[in-house]
């Protein structure tokens, strides 16, 4: 059977885990008559049990939802997603360094215009 729909992509990840209709509803605090009419394409979950899905099976949701045939995504290098996690992920250089120190002893108009030109670079 092609696994083309939502429903079929999941039936076939359920059964692939040994899992009943009820025992996967029950991981995720569902109704059986949810997972069924999920695996009829009667209904989709909501976006955040999408995500809940995919991450138990360690599938992507565009595979889930059938816009790949790829179980996972291509591995990528994570971006650090705060400012904090980013410092510590960079290797800075001593020019770098020089230069962001320096940064702090600037009056504060001089600091708004450095922001405001690395804003401009950035567009």
Same mark, same amino acid.
């Given at each position: 059977?092609?696994?083309? !729909?939502?429903?079929? &992509?999941?039936?076939?990840? &359920?059964? +692939?885990?040994?899992?009943?209709?009820?025992?996967?509803?029950?991981?995720?605090?569902?109704?059986? %008559? %949810?997972?069924?009419?999920? +695996?009829?394409?009667?209904?989709?979950?909501?976006?955040?049990?999408?995500?809940?899905?995919?991450?138990?099976?360690? =599938? %992507? =949701? /565009?595979?889930?939802?059938? *816009? !790949? %045939?790829?179980?996972?995504?291509?591995?990528?290098?994570?971006?650090? !997603? !705060?400012?904090?996690?980013?410092?510590?992920?960079?290797?800075?250089? /001593? $020019?770098?360094?020089?230069?962001?120190?320096?940064?702090?002893?600037?009056?504060?108009?001089?600091? *708004? $215009? =450095?922001? /405001?030109?690395? *804003?401009?670079?950035?567009?």
């Amino acid at each position: 059977m092609e696994n083309n !729909t939502f429903g079929t &992509r999941l039936k076939t990840l &359920r059964q +692939e885990k040994n899992l009943t209709q009820e025992k996967f509803a029950n991981i995720f605090y569902l109704n059986k %008559s %949810s997972i069924s009419k999920y +695996e009829k394409d009667k209904n989709l979950p909501e976006n955040q049990l999408l995500i809940k899905i995919a991450d138990f099976f360690d =599938v %992507s =949701v /565009d595979y889930l939802l059938c *816009r !790949t %045939s790829q179980k996972k995504l291509l591995p990528s290098t994570p971006q650090p !997603t !705060t400012g904090e996690e980013f410092l510590n992920s960079y290797v800075f250089t /001593d $020019e770098e360094i020089t230069a962001f120190a320096a940064y702090f002893s600037f009056p504060d108009e001089l600091k *708004r $215009e =450095v922001l /405001d030109y690395i *804003r401009f670079k950035q567009q």
